[in-house]
């Protein structure tokens, strides 16, 4: 995903931010900026996974760029919940 810039970070980030938060039902507490912060990192946190896993993610052209976003974001959002919610719990 390096090869965007980051015009193409932005906005492959922001839509699979806006998703990934549709799927996960947060999207009423999200703007535009959080959507976009949370598909950035979520392509970072994606991307280190799959690398872990021996996937080869440099060439993977900009759908695999996309899907890796939404999954990292999903999986962000996630975690989020999590902790947010055993937070709450106290």
């Known amino acids: 995903m ?3 810039g980051i015009i193409g970070w932005i906005i492959i980030g922001g839509l699979a931010g806006w998703i990934a938060s549709k799927i996960m039902k947060t999207d009423a507490q999200q703007g535009i900026l ?3 912060l949370v598909g950035v990192v979520g392509g970072l946190l994606g991307g ?3 690398k872990l896993f ?6 993977g052209g900009l759908w695999f760029s996309f899907f890796t976003c939404l ?3 999903v999986i962000l ?4 919940r999590l902790v947010t919610s055993r ?3 106290r």
């Open 2 to 4: 390096l090869g965007l």
């Open 34 to 36: 959080l959507n976009i």
């Open 48 to 50: 280190f996974l799959l």
């Open 54 to 59: 021996g996937v080869d993610v440099e060439g």
């Open 71 to 73: 999954g990292g974001a």
């Open 77 to 80: 959002l996630f975690l989020v």
């Open 87 to 89: 937070r709450a719990m």
